[in-house]
């Protein structure tokens, strides 16, 4: 993903508006919020997931690293964020969230002050997702640097001491807590890996390696209810990966409508099954990007014009 220029960011954002196509399909309480990465203002945005919010252009939470909360000596990497994701760990609750430019943090929710964790891993690196550890450790996923690496946070809010795994475009890495380990997704391969040693001395070990049915691996997310499964993404399709069989299947419900190239993130509302899809947009000044998010189970699309999305993710917490 290339950086972009101040003046057309300006002019994206200051043109920003909002629209949603769809009736409402349950409850507001029940909907949740989704959470986006949006690379024109370069925040992560939470969204309420109901019709009346977005026509209103409600933005519920924005987040981004500056002097207020501490971050402000790693800004210079927050370019082009590329995850955002929802975690809780010892009743807390926490953004993760990486970004192209070398930027990664764990972030309180959503006081959005005093980082549990962050750093700055190389912008030539290119992260791409992170995940919270049980025993407070982070993992990330670079997709140029071809690695995924298990960061020592417990040990200290700016600690980058790390162990590494090798594996080409990593782009996704998702914890397993009823297998006990930590699924990578790279280019060619979905690999399940052990996280041993100590909090302080982490050693990872790969425990299995299955061949990817089409190349350009990118999405990696649980599908919720279902702990057997997984969601994988490719830059041709969207598979169920069975954890138990080893296969991966495009037969599945509501494949016609979220099984499609290019998709950049896809999850699933654990409190109503609708899924949620990001996929590159046809046309849009960045070609990585759209501007519109699919949902499936009913059937709908929330469009932020002049939007920079690349991924969006259900937000239940």
Known sequence: MKIMR?????MLVAGLSLAASAPAVADARDRGSIVIT????KRILVLPADRASWQNRKISWAWAPNSANGLADLAGSWSNPSDAKLAERNGEKYLLTSASGGFVAVVPYPAGDKAYWAANVGGPANPHSIELLPDGNVAVAASTGGWVRIYTASQGQRSTNYAEYPLVGAHGVVWDAGRN??????????????????????VVTERRSVPLPSKGGHDLQ???????????TTESAVYQFGKTSGGF???YAGARQIDQPDVKSVTTNPRTGQVLTASIQEGHLCTWCTDTVRLAFPRAELALHGAWIYKARWWIG
């Open 6 to 10: 101040k003046s057309l960011v300006a």
């Open 181 to 202: 380990v930590l699924w990578a997704l790279g280019t060619h391969a979905l690999v399940a890996l052990s996280v041993g040693g100590t909090p302080a001395a982490p």
């Open 222 to 232: 649980p599908v919720p209810y279902r702990p057997d499964l997984l969601w994988v």
């Open 249 to 251: 299947s495009r037969h």
């Open 38 to 41: 949006e690379q024109a203002s």
